[in-house]
């Protein structure tokens, strides 16, 4: 089995046992799988990270390292078609987001095994709909299995690709009119997203802006919840970085250096801050 099928594999049968089963002190919240092509992610394992609409699944998270692009994953392993994904731009609290039915996230390293090899599938190899196009650096893609008009086979997968421009996403599919965006997709996936927001650090996104503290005394959490309050705070006037910004919850994180040269990632309080 070539590693990228076996990093796929992993992704797709990550066990469902991991976001029911109640959590040892010990267990790591998420358990990151490997940076590729300017893309990082990893699984969910503590059920206390897990909020509607994907509760009672597993969990996956993919992100872009070049830009805002996110996605998280709700998938039945023995169910593929009733996956559900949220993609969104975690450095905005504007723009549009997607929901797609039955998507898989695969990696670009994937994408080039299933162009020759097909798509592993529950009957066997299932081919693409239509050769991809070359991978772009940082960007985020998934498949969607669908009828196939060809004599090949009775099914194929359709490539999406998330596209990210000017702090907006958009959903591109190769050779198929792209989806709507989500009207309320926002609201309803607010807190799910603030819960796995601290964990996608592993970049500043290219669009993060510069903000300033806007109160007396601002504190700041490690979490975007009120129980999670530090003893640290910062005072009117200083400069931050914004690096995730309000999703419609009250919320950003930030990014604070001192005079130590030392960077601090935290949540704050949006009404807080100022532009």
Known sequence: MSPAFSIWLALALT????VSAADAPATPPI?????????????????????APCEGRSLLVAYSQTNGSALVQCADPARASDNLVYVFDRSSSGGPVYELEGA???????LLQAATEGV??????????????????????????EPNSGNSSPYCYRLYRVAHSAGRVAVVVEGAT???????????????TARLLPYMNNAVSPVASAAKIGVAKARLYTRPEASATTRMYLTRGDAVTLLAADSGTGWSRVRYTGKSGKPIDRWIRTAQLTQ
């Open 104 to 110: 898989r996230y695969v990696t670009t390293a994937f």
């Open 31 to 51: 358990a990151p799988f490997e940076c590729s092509g300017q893309v990082c992610g990893f699984n969910v394992l503590a059920a206390s990270l897990v909020t």
């Open 120 to 145: 592993p599938d529950r009957f066997g190899a299932v081919p693409l709909c239509r050769v991809a196009g070359a991978a772009v650096s940082g960007e985020l893609t998934l498949l969607i299995k």
């Open 178 to 192: 792209a989806p709507a965006p989500a009207a309320d997709g926002r609201v309803r996936w607010a807190k799910l």
């Open 15 to 18: 066990a469902r046992a991991a």
